[in-house]
């Protein structure tokens, strides 16, 4: 199998054996019911034109035409190292240009510190405490339904294409998807099928170096040029920026040019490296190695936006980018991510464009959240759900009818035998419990915004207790929720093959 003829034949019979269980027609109506924080309620959006069966065609909507949709997720992507978010580095210049033209929102709050949780809440507009796929032997529950169902269920081709391994369908990704890739990445890198980026790169398929977004955008390119016909909702996320920091040439000296030290961007997540902070010049060339890859990852967003634009669809589709999380660099004392739910794990950008229906070259400071993306989309789309939903559209923030959405969100970690935290954020504060020590924190956001200082024992506690309450009282709610919601129905204990073992072994995702 060393002739590219060879390999192409392998991965075309890998591909047709693979294919059929990554279609999904099936879809579910789940229980009535809305939670806010503390209270439950319907969803209901305004404006609805329904169809007999009770749901909005998708060829019609009450303002706009439908568009398509694109939700572009990109990997471990902080919002302070974003250029239109205040980064002096110009690490995002196709995101800035998106946010230009239409809206981004300056204080986004991720539901989680690493990957499988933050997406999940995306797909179901549900935090990981009901979504349940919270690490990496679990999955989302059957009686969930996903926002590629409901899309599906109103006329959309539903596709994904993704390049991380925890985002494999093995943990109920692909729910509702016609088609939802998750090998040909993988297989373009492993095969060697194409002329990847190979600069400082191992054979581990998405270990130190294996650049991704090339094949990301092949993949998700041949897809638009055979179906842009028919409206389509496209999930499409690119792993780059994830550690080890090993972006090609010439990404790995654009913002460091003259380093002459030995910190190279590999084993960011290893003992000592994750504990022990290096000198500080070596510390600014490793950060400038992750706005490298940034930067790279940025072209391809860039690039699939042209591809867009030259099949006349750019203008046509509600294109949605996001960081599903960031990466910290010992602010707290460690490296990585998915262990604390500080700042630089959990705030995360989130750009909006449509011409005609989301407003240009507008920011938003409301406190918002990643559940808050589903039904925004549902929204614009009017689409009528009355199943569960934990977020808010963000419409009425974006069409300037409220200044506020939340007043409070959460975001919380739940993996087995290891961190145990959530947290309520309000515009000015912060509280984290952690649920193994009972540690309390609670941190002034606004004089404070680097959270080094924690107050709770210090002052009067009438800045914490409204959001300990607050936090009890969600936890509590999402209990009997969880109970509407799936029952008795277990989360499903996933059996992992050993390829993808491997790979999350790789990742630092799984001991």
Known sequence: ??????????????????????????????????????????????????????????????????????????????????????????????????????????????????????????????????????????????????????????????????????????????????????????????????????????????????????????????????????????????????????????????????????????????????????????????IALYDGEILYTDGYVSKLLEKLKELQLLDETLIIVFGDHGDEFYEHGSTVHGYTLYDEVIHFPLILRWPGAVPQNKQISALVSQVDIMPTILDYLDVEYKGLMQGSSLRPLIEGKKDKLHDIVYAEISMESDSIFAAAISKDHKFILDLNTGEKQLFDLFNDPGEQVNIYKRQSIKDAVPLEHRLTMWQSNNDKLAEQLIGDEKPEKVELDEHLLKQLKSLGYLQ
């Open 1 to 286: 199998m060393n002739t590219a003829a060879g390999k192409v034949f392998l991965l075309l019979f890998i591909f047709t054996g693979l294919l059929s269980p990554y279609m999904d027609t099936g879809y579910s109506s789940e229980t009535e019911i809305k939670d806010t924080g503390t209270e439950a309620r319907i969803y209901n959006p305004s404006n609805r034109t329904k169809t007999k069966e009770g749901v909005s065609p998708a060829n019609k909507t009450s303002r706009y035409k439908q568009p398509n949709i694109l939700l572009i997720g990109i990997e471990t992507l902080r919002a302070d190292h974003v250029s239109c978010l205040g980064y002096a580095r110009n690490t995002t210049p196709a995101i800035d240009k998106l946010a230009k033209e239409g809206v981004v929102f300056s204080r986004a709050i991720a539901s989680c510190s690493w990957t499988m949780p933050t997406i999940m809440s995306i797909f179901t507009s549900l935090y990981p405490d009901l979504h349940k796929a919270t690490d990496g032997f679990k999955k989302l529950p059957e009686g969930i339904t996903t926002l590629a169902e409901i899309l599906k269920e109103n006329g959309y081709l539903t596709v994904a294409v993704v390049s991380s391994p925890i985002l494999n369908h093995t943990f109920g990704f692909s729910k509702g998807f016609d088609l939802y890739d998750d090998f040909s990445v993988g297989l373009d890198i492993d095969l060697d099928l194409f002329e990847n980026d190979k600069t400082n790169r191992n054979h581990d398929i998405f270990g130190s170096g294996a650049m991704t977004s090339k094949a990301v955008n092949r993949t998700a390119v041949a897809w638009f040029e055979k179906n842009h016909q028919k409206p389509f909702f496209m999930f499409v996320f690119y792993f780059d920026p994830h550690y080890d920091y090993v972006p090609p040439a010439p990404f790995n000296t654009v913002f460091d040019p003259n380093y002459e030290g030995s910190i190279d961007g590999r084993r960011i997540a290893s003992e000592l490296r994750r504990t022990t902070r290096p000198a500080q010049r070596d510390l600014d060339h490793m």
